[in-house]
């Protein structure tokens, strides 16, 4: 296994972590309600995947109050 014969600078060690970058999440628009999701997923609002729907994905305003 390889291993560094020097200790690396601050400098190089921040230069090569500068290019560690994230991106925000896309999101979709529901076809049915109009809410924003996650592609490939149901959508949190409505339950609605493509044509199905699915009830544990479905919530109310007033559950849980």
Do not use: D, F, I
Request: charged fraction near 25%; charge should be positive; hydrophobic fraction near 25%.
């Amino acid at each position: 296994m390889a291993v560094p014969k020097r200790k690396m600078s601050r400098s190089n060690t921040h230069a090569r972590r500068s290019q560690w970058k994230t991106t925000a999440a896309t999101l979709s628009t529901c076809a049915r309600c109009k809410g924003l999701h996650l592609p490939h997923t149901a959508c949190p609002t409505c339950g609605a995947y493509g044509e199905r729907t699915y009830a544990r994905a479905v919530r109310s305003e007033h559950e849980g109050n």
